[in-house]
Nanobody
């Protein structure tokens, strides 16, 4: 079993910054992809940013490109640096990971519990 632990949400004023963290824990797996999704009030969950474990490829939603940066410091921890935050960025942010298990040659997806980000003056 893989657990994703998120941290870093909170309340910030428009134009401010926040940094979200997501750590994948467990054993017997290798992370293929890690990323962030969000669900804004009254909206469906949408992908914000995703990064291959090798760190060589990142993809962003048009609404956050140039303001948000996804990164990792090792194979199992990812970050989302959010700058120039806008009220429309208010949402619950979810960490996502797709992992591979060599023992049975399978892949599975996992979600974090979600962390609230509120952008308001």
């Amino acid at each position: 079993q893989v657990q994703l632990t998120e941290s870093g949400g909170g309340l910030v004023q428009p134009g401010g910054s926040l940094r979200l963290s997501c750590a994948a824990s467990g054993s017997g797996f290798r992370v293929n992809f890690m990323g962030w999704y969000r669900q804004r009030p009254g909206k469906e969950r949408e992908r914000v940013a995703i990064l291959t474990t090798g760190g060589g490829s990142a993809d962003y939603a048009d609404s956050v490109r140039g303001r948000f940066t996804i990164s990792r410091d090792n194979a199992n921890t990812a970050y989302l640096q959010m700058n120039s935050l806008k009220p429309e960025d208010t949402a619950v942010y979810y960490c996502y990971a797709n992992v591979f298990r060599p023992v049975d040659i399978s892949s599975s997806s996992y979600w974090g519990q979600g962390t609230q980000v509120t952008v308001s003056s």
